[in-house]
C-alpha cells in the first residue's frame, strides 16, 4: 500500500515528461494574449479562472476577432465538453471521495493529467489513496501552466516561432495513445476520430473537438458488440 | 467585460470538470457504458493529435510532403518502441526540425 505522499509524488513523475510540450505551450498562449491587444492581468487571469490550454487561445482569437463574448464563452464550455468523458472514467475510482473533496479535485482534471492517471488507476485499482496520484498530475500541470502562460505574458513571445513547438502538442498526445496501437479495436477508434476531427473541423464553435469522440464511441459500441 | 466573459467562460469549464466526478454516482453507470468509457482515450486524443497535424494556423489542409506528416510518423514509431514518453516528443521535433531547419532549407 503506498503513502499519500509517495502517491502524490508518484503522479507528479508521471505527468512531468509532458511538460516538455505545455510550458513551451504556455509561454505562447501567454504571449499571444498580450500580442492580441489583452490586459495582461486578463490574459493570466484566464489561466486562473479557466485553466484550459487550446481553449484560452480560442477564447482570445475570437473576441479579438470581434465575436460576441457570447459566442467565445460558448466555444470554452464546447472545446471543454470533453472533460466530461474523463469525469465519467474517473468517477469511478473517485466515487469514495466526499462531496467537498470530489469539487476541490475536479478543478485540476486536465487532458494529459487523466491520461497518466487513468493509466495508474487500472494498474492499481486496490490502492486506498488513489485520488492522489490525480491531484499530483493535476497539481503539477497547474503550477506548471501557471508559471509557463506568465513568463509568455511578462516576457512576450521568447520562444522563437521558427521552431513550430505547437507542433510538440499533438507529440505529447501520441505519446499518450501510442502503445493502444497493439489492440486493433483501438486502432480503429483512433482512426475513426482522428478522420472526423478533419472532417467536422470547420464546424462552428471548434464542436469537432466533441463531435469526433462522440463518434469515435458510437463505432467503439459497435465494435464491443461486435465482439460479443 | 472580457473578465465578465472570462468569468463564465470558467465557471463553464469547472462544470465540464465537476459533473461526472461529483454528480454521477457508479451505480448510474450500467457495464456497457462503463465498457464503451473504456475507449475515451482513444476516442478523444486523435481529436487533438490530427489537427495539430493535418491542419495549419490558417485552418486549411497541409500538402502531403510536410514535415509535420514525418515528424508525426518518427514519433509513432519511436513511442511504439520506446514507449518513453520524452523519447517521443524529441524524436518527432527532432526530425522536424531536420526537415524544416537542414532539407529544406
Request: glycine content about 8%; some cysteine; overall charge positive.
Amino acid at each position: 500500500m503506498l503513502t499519500k505522499k509517495q502517491l502524490f509524488t508518484r503522479g507528479m513523475l508521471d505527468i512531468s515528461p509532458h511538460m516538455l510540450s505545455v510550458i513551451p505551450f504556455g509561454i505562447i498562449c501567454g504571449a499571444i494574449g498580450v500580442e492580441l491587444g489583452f490586459h495582461p492581468y486578463l490574459v493570466y487571469a484566464m489561466s486562473f479562472i479557466i485553466f484550459g490550454g487550446a481553449s484560452q487561445i480560442v477564447f482570445l482569437q475570437l473576441l479579438s476577432g470581434g465575436a460576441s463574448s457570447l459566442v467565445a464563452v460558448a466555444s470554452v464550455g464546447i472545446i471543454n465538453s470533453r472533460h466530461l468523458l474523463y469525469g465519467a472514467v474517473l468517477s469511478e475510482y473517485l466515487e469514495k471521495l466526499s462531496f467537498i473533496k470530489k469539487l476541490l479535485i475536479s478543478y485540476v482534471v486536465v487532458d494529459q493529467g487523466f491520461a497518466e492517471s487513468n493509466k495508474f488507476f487500472k494498474k492499481n485499482r486496490s490502492e486506498e489513496f488513489l485520488h492522489y496520484h490525480l491531484i499530483g498530475t493535476g497539481c503539477t500541470m497547474w503550477v506548471c501552466w501557471q508559471i509557463a502562460t506568465l513568463s509568455g505574458i511578462v516576457l512576450g513571445s521568447f520562444v522563437p516561432e521558427e521552431l513550430g513547438l505547437k507542433f510538440a502538442i499533438p507529440l505529447t498526445f501520441i505519446a499518450i495513445v501510442v502503445q493502444d496501437l497493439k489492440k486493433l479495436d483501438h486502432v480503429i477508434v483512433m482512426i475513426t476520430c482522428g478522420l472526423s476531427s478533419l472532417l467536422f473541423f470547420d464546424a462552428p464553435f471548434k464542436s469537432y473537438i466533441i463531435i469526433s469522440p462522440v463518434i469515435a464511441l458510437f463505432v467503439a459500441a459497435l465494435l464491443l458488440r461486435l465482439k460479443k | 467585460m472580457t473578465l465578465t466573459a472570462i468569468i463564465f467562460a470558467g465557471i463553464l469549464t469547472y462544470l465540464t470538470r465537476m459533473t461526472m466526478i461529483a454528480l454521477i454516482s457508479r451505480d448510474m453507470l450500467g457495464d456497457k457504458i462503463k465498457a464503451v468509457l473504456e475507449y475515451v482515450p482513444s476516442a478523444v486524443f486523435p481529436a487533438i493529435i490530427f489537427p495539430g497535424i493535418f491542419i495549419n494556423d490558417f485552418g486549411t489542409f497541409i500538402e502531403m510532403n510536410d514535415p509535420k506528416i514525418f515528424g508525426a510518423l518518427v514519433a509513432v514509431i519511436v513511442g511504439y518502441f520506446s514507449k518513453n514518453i520524452i523519447a517521443t516528443i524529441l524524436a518527432g521535433l527532432v526530425s522536424y526540425w531536420f526537415l524544416i531547419f537542414v532539407v529544406f532549407n
